[in-house]
């Protein structure tokens, strides 16, 4: 009977192990969808004026662990509306130092997403370049955003795995103070 119980244990703590990394596989994080953090929803007129350039990041608060997405949209600076046919270049910042850059490519639907993985927690510019709208050259105009990266947290623990580790902790007492009671009387 005391192996019975003792494997219904054993059993027990590694259905609760095996569950929680299933539980974070099967509910991510979703991706940040609110835009109202500023560091995350930014619109700069690039320094020359002909275009606006919109920016945002997914995570809101980028960090060393995940990977950044970079979203950047140009904006027809009087209409506010998307423009399309951009050619553009992109470069990451720390300081006076390039960290990463995109070198002169184009965007048929006036809106890209650029991938960067930080390693190194601290301020950063990513510097949007455009030099044509509409197929035609124009005098390279910038417009520069800040980003502050922290380090990497740690994750959260969903509520729901803690509910599960509560009542499988609770079934472990019950069961070895059943158990106790059992091989006693």
């Known amino acids: 009977m005391k192996v019975l119980k003792l494997s219904l244990v054993l059993v027990l703590l590694i259905s609760i192990g ?13 991706p940040s969808t609110t835009l109202n953090n500023t560091q995350q929803n930014q619109v700069e007129l690039t320094d020359k004026g002909s275009i606006k350039v919109g920016f ?19 904006l027809n600076k009087d209409t506010d509306l ?9 470069s990451v910042m720390k300081g006076t130092d390039q960290i990463y850059g995109i070198p002169v ?18 301020t950063y510019q990513v510097v949007v370049e455009v030099d044509g709208i509409l197929f ?9 955003f800040t980003v502050g990266v922290g380090s990497s947290g740690v994750p959260e623990f969903p509520a729901s795995a803690a509910i599960i580790l509560v009542i499988g902790i609770v079934s472990i007492i019950a069961l070895s103070a059943r158990s106790q009671l059992i091989s006693t009387s």
Do not use: M, R
């Not at 945002?56 to 140009?74: G, H, L, V």
């Not at 998307?82 to 992109?90: A, G």
């Not at 035609?136 to 520069?144: G, N």
């Open 105 to 122: 490519a184009h965007t048929a639907e006036g809106t890209i997403h650029v991938p960067f993985q930080f390693t190194e927690v601290g």
């Open 136 to 144: 035609q050259p124009i005098t390279p105009e910038t417009a520069t």
């Open 82 to 90: 998307i423009q399309q046919h951009i050619d553009y270049k992109v």
């Open 18 to 30: 095996s569950i929680l990394p299933i539980f974070g596989q099967l509910y991510p994080e979703p």
């Open 56 to 74: 945002y990041t997914d995570p809101e608060k980028p960090n060393t662990s995940n990977q950044t997405k970079f979203y950047i949209s140009f």
